[in-house]
Protein backbone atom coordinates (compact mmCIF):
# COMPACT_ATOMS: atom_id res chain seq x y z
CA UNK A 1 0.00 0.00 0.00
CA UNK A 2 1.06 3.35 -0.65
CA UNK A 3 2.45 4.97 2.87
CA UNK A 4 1.33 8.75 2.85
CA UNK A 5 4.02 10.72 5.63
CA UNK A 6 2.75 13.81 6.89
CA UNK A 7 4.87 16.25 8.53
CA UNK A 8 4.84 17.88 11.47
CA UNK A 9 2.48 15.97 13.51
CA UNK A 10 1.60 18.91 15.28
CA UNK A 11 1.32 22.58 14.30
CA UNK A 12 1.17 25.21 16.86
CA UNK A 13 0.08 28.87 15.23
CA UNK A 14 -0.80 32.24 16.03
CA UNK A 15 -3.92 33.49 14.46
CA UNK A 16 -3.12 35.53 11.42
CA UNK A 17 -0.02 33.17 10.65
CA UNK A 18 1.06 30.89 7.73
CA UNK A 19 0.68 27.32 8.26
CA UNK A 20 2.95 24.66 5.70
CA UNK A 21 2.05 21.02 5.71
CA UNK A 22 3.84 18.16 3.97
CA UNK A 23 2.66 15.07 2.17
CA UNK A 24 5.33 12.90 0.64
CA UNK A 25 4.03 9.33 -0.76
CA UNK A 26 6.44 6.00 -0.55
CA UNK A 27 5.59 6.50 -4.34
CA UNK A 28 4.74 8.73 -7.19
CA UNK A 29 1.12 9.35 -7.53
CA UNK A 30 1.11 10.32 -11.16
CA UNK A 31 -1.91 7.79 -12.06
CA UNK A 32 -1.21 6.35 -16.18
CA UNK A 33 -4.23 9.01 -17.21
CA UNK A 34 -1.49 11.47 -16.10
CA UNK A 35 -3.75 13.00 -13.00
CA UNK A 36 -2.68 13.33 -9.69
CA UNK A 37 -5.21 11.93 -7.21
CA UNK A 38 -3.57 13.99 -4.06
CA UNK A 39 -6.48 15.19 -1.99
CA UNK A 40 -6.30 17.32 1.40
CA UNK A 41 -9.37 16.94 4.12
CA UNK A 42 -9.48 18.88 7.21
CA UNK A 43 -11.87 17.36 9.88
CA UNK A 44 -12.88 19.80 12.64
CA UNK A 45 -13.56 18.25 16.32
CA UNK A 46 -16.77 16.30 16.28
CA UNK A 47 -17.22 16.58 12.36
CA UNK A 48 -16.63 14.23 9.56
CA UNK A 49 -13.68 15.13 7.21
CA UNK A 50 -14.33 17.97 4.11
CA UNK A 51 -12.56 18.26 0.74
CA UNK A 52 -10.02 20.80 0.47
CA UNK A 53 -8.53 20.35 -2.37
CA UNK A 54 -8.48 17.66 -5.17
CA UNK A 55 -6.31 16.66 -7.52
CA UNK A 56 -2.77 18.37 -5.85
CA UNK A 57 -3.79 22.30 -6.37
CA UNK A 58 -7.74 22.40 -7.48
CA UNK A 59 -9.54 24.14 -4.48
CA UNK A 60 -13.27 22.80 -3.82
CA UNK A 61 -16.14 24.68 -4.06
CA UNK A 62 -15.98 27.63 -1.22
CA UNK A 63 -12.87 26.85 -0.21
CA UNK A 64 -10.98 30.07 0.58
CA UNK A 65 -7.66 31.33 -1.93
CA UNK A 66 -6.18 31.20 1.78
CA UNK A 67 -5.31 27.18 1.41
CA UNK A 68 -2.81 26.57 -1.80
CA UNK A 69 -2.31 23.12 -2.71
CA UNK A 70 1.28 21.73 -4.46
CA UNK A 71 3.01 19.58 -5.58
CA UNK A 72 4.24 16.58 -8.04
CA UNK A 73 5.00 13.37 -8.14
CA UNK A 74 5.52 11.83 -4.56
CA UNK A 75 5.80 15.70 -2.40
CA UNK A 76 3.11 17.75 -1.79
CA UNK A 77 2.31 20.81 0.29
CA UNK A 78 -0.40 22.63 2.01
CA UNK A 79 0.02 26.02 2.72
CA UNK A 80 -2.61 28.06 4.64
CA UNK A 81 -2.20 32.09 4.55
CA UNK A 82 -3.91 34.29 7.29
CA UNK A 83 -4.88 31.41 10.02
CA UNK A 84 -8.23 32.05 11.17
CA UNK A 85 -9.95 30.17 13.86
CA UNK A 86 -12.22 27.89 11.65
CA UNK A 87 -8.83 26.84 9.92
CA UNK A 88 -7.83 24.70 13.56
CA UNK A 89 -8.23 21.12 13.64
CA UNK A 90 -6.64 17.79 12.02
CA UNK A 91 -5.82 18.02 8.06
CA UNK A 92 -5.16 14.85 6.12
CA UNK A 93 -3.73 13.66 2.56
CA UNK A 94 -5.09 11.70 0.53
CA UNK A 95 -4.59 9.33 -2.32
CA UNK A 96 -6.54 7.54 -4.79
CA UNK A 97 -3.99 7.27 -7.63
CA UNK A 98 -3.34 3.51 -5.89
CA UNK A 99 -5.59 0.91 -4.84
CA UNK A 100 -6.50 0.96 -2.24
CA UNK A 101 -6.33 4.85 -1.62
CA UNK A 102 -4.46 5.56 1.69
CA UNK A 103 -4.27 8.66 4.05
CA UNK A 104 -2.11 10.19 6.19
CA UNK A 105 -1.86 10.10 9.68
CA UNK A 106 -2.40 13.61 9.99
CA UNK A 107 -1.58 16.82 11.17
CA UNK A 108 -3.39 19.03 13.51
CA UNK A 109 -3.57 22.19 13.10
CA UNK A 110 -3.45 24.32 16.96
CA UNK A 111 -3.10 27.59 18.37
CA UNK A 112 0.56 28.64 20.28
CA UNK B 1 -28.26 19.94 -1.37
CA UNK B 2 -26.34 16.35 -1.19
CA UNK B 3 -26.72 14.57 2.19
CA UNK B 4 -25.74 11.05 3.73
CA UNK B 5 -27.59 10.67 6.44
CA UNK B 6 -26.07 7.63 8.57
CA UNK B 7 -27.60 5.20 10.59
CA UNK B 8 -27.82 5.39 14.85
CA UNK B 9 -24.43 4.41 16.98
CA UNK B 10 -24.22 0.55 17.55
CA UNK B 11 -23.25 -1.29 20.57
CA UNK B 12 -22.29 -5.35 19.18
CA UNK B 13 -20.50 -8.29 21.42
CA UNK B 14 -17.64 -9.77 19.46
CA UNK B 15 -18.29 -12.33 17.21
CA UNK B 16 -22.04 -10.54 16.22
CA UNK B 17 -22.84 -8.71 13.11
CA UNK B 18 -23.69 -4.68 12.51
CA UNK B 19 -24.98 -3.92 9.21
CA UNK B 20 -25.07 0.38 9.20
CA UNK B 21 -26.68 2.38 6.18
CA UNK B 22 -26.53 5.22 4.60
CA UNK B 23 -29.19 6.94 2.99
CA UNK B 24 -28.23 9.60 0.40
CA UNK B 25 -30.60 12.91 -1.16
CA UNK B 26 -30.05 15.48 -3.27
CA UNK B 27 -28.23 13.91 -6.45
CA UNK B 28 -28.82 11.22 -8.76
CA UNK B 29 -28.59 7.94 -6.38
CA UNK B 30 -26.87 6.14 -9.42
CA UNK B 31 -24.42 8.40 -10.81
CA UNK B 32 -21.78 7.74 -8.39
CA UNK B 33 -19.99 5.06 -5.90
CA UNK B 34 -20.42 5.31 -2.57
CA UNK B 35 -16.78 4.45 -0.58
CA UNK B 36 -16.81 3.53 3.04
CA UNK B 37 -14.13 4.43 5.78
CA UNK B 38 -12.79 3.49 9.02
CA UNK B 39 -11.56 5.39 11.47
CA UNK B 40 -10.08 5.03 14.83
CA UNK B 41 -7.47 6.70 17.06
CA UNK B 42 -4.89 3.90 16.70
CA UNK B 43 -5.15 3.43 12.91
CA UNK B 44 -6.05 7.14 11.64
CA UNK B 45 -8.85 7.06 8.37
CA UNK B 46 -8.66 3.80 6.75
CA UNK B 47 -10.37 2.91 3.37
CA UNK B 48 -12.79 -0.07 3.25
CA UNK B 49 -14.09 0.25 0.00
CA UNK B 50 -16.54 0.90 -2.47
CA UNK B 51 -19.89 -0.35 -4.31
CA UNK B 52 -20.70 1.34 -7.56
CA UNK B 53 -24.33 2.14 -6.69
CA UNK B 54 -25.90 1.57 -10.50
CA UNK B 55 -24.56 -2.50 -11.08
CA UNK B 56 -23.52 -3.12 -7.45
CA UNK B 57 -20.24 -4.03 -8.04
CA UNK B 58 -18.26 -3.63 -5.16
CA UNK B 59 -13.77 -3.10 -4.59
CA UNK B 60 -12.43 -4.09 -1.33
CA UNK B 61 -9.24 -2.87 0.31
CA UNK B 62 -7.40 -6.47 0.55
CA UNK B 63 -6.94 -5.44 4.49
CA UNK B 64 -11.20 -5.18 4.74
CA UNK B 65 -12.42 -8.55 2.48
CA UNK B 66 -13.94 -11.10 4.98
CA UNK B 67 -14.87 -8.33 7.17
CA UNK B 68 -17.39 -6.08 5.15
CA UNK B 69 -20.25 -6.46 2.69
CA UNK B 70 -21.49 -3.34 0.55
CA UNK B 71 -24.70 -3.62 -0.82
CA UNK B 72 -27.37 -1.35 -2.07
CA UNK B 73 -31.02 -0.85 -2.56
CA UNK B 74 -31.44 1.62 -5.47
CA UNK B 75 -35.46 1.54 -4.68
CA UNK B 76 -34.45 3.60 -1.26
CA UNK B 77 -30.74 5.45 -2.34
CA UNK B 78 -29.51 3.66 0.36
CA UNK B 79 -26.14 1.93 0.81
CA UNK B 80 -25.40 -0.73 3.53
CA UNK B 81 -21.84 -1.87 4.92
CA UNK B 82 -22.20 -5.01 7.30
CA UNK B 83 -19.18 -6.06 9.50
CA UNK B 84 -18.83 -9.10 10.49
CA UNK B 85 -17.66 -11.79 13.33
CA UNK B 86 -16.68 -8.59 15.14
CA UNK B 87 -13.71 -7.76 17.87
CA UNK B 88 -12.53 -5.24 19.72
CA UNK B 89 -10.29 -4.16 16.72
CA UNK B 90 -13.56 -3.30 14.64
CA UNK B 91 -14.75 -0.58 17.25
CA UNK B 92 -14.52 2.56 15.42
CA UNK B 93 -16.64 5.31 13.48
CA UNK B 94 -17.74 4.10 10.29
CA UNK B 95 -18.23 6.95 7.55
CA UNK B 96 -20.19 6.39 4.14
CA UNK B 97 -18.55 9.12 1.38
CA UNK B 98 -18.90 10.46 -2.06
CA UNK B 99 -15.58 10.79 -2.85
CA UNK B 100 -14.61 11.44 -6.98
CA UNK B 101 -11.81 13.21 -6.87
CA UNK B 102 -13.74 16.07 -8.01
CA UNK B 103 -15.59 19.45 -7.13
CA UNK B 104 -18.08 16.71 -5.89
CA UNK B 105 -17.45 15.15 -2.21
CA UNK B 106 -19.50 14.48 0.39
CA UNK B 107 -19.44 12.85 3.55
CA UNK B 108 -21.91 10.71 5.97
CA UNK B 109 -21.89 12.14 9.60
CA UNK B 110 -20.16 8.57 10.98
CA UNK B 111 -21.37 5.76 12.76
CA UNK B 112 -20.08 5.06 15.94
CA UNK B 113 -19.85 1.18 16.35
CA UNK B 114 -18.57 -0.13 19.35
CA UNK B 115 -17.55 -4.11 20.22
CA UNK B 116 -17.80 -5.25 24.04
CA UNK B 117 -19.22 -8.27 25.83
Known amino acids: DVVLTQTPVAQPVTLGDQASISCRSSQSLVHSNGNTYLEWYLQKPGQSPQLLIYKVSNRFSGVPDRFIGSGSGSDFTLKISRVEPEDLGVYYC?????????FGAGTKLELK | QVQLQQSGAELAKPGSSVKISCKASGYTFTSYDISWIKQTTGQGLEYIGY????????YYNEKFKGKATLTVDKSSSTAFMQLSSLTPEDTAVYYC??????????WGQGVMVTVSS
Open chain 2, 51 to 58: INTGSGGT
Open chain 2, 97 to 106: ALITTTDFDY
Open chain 1, 94 to 102: FQATHDPPT
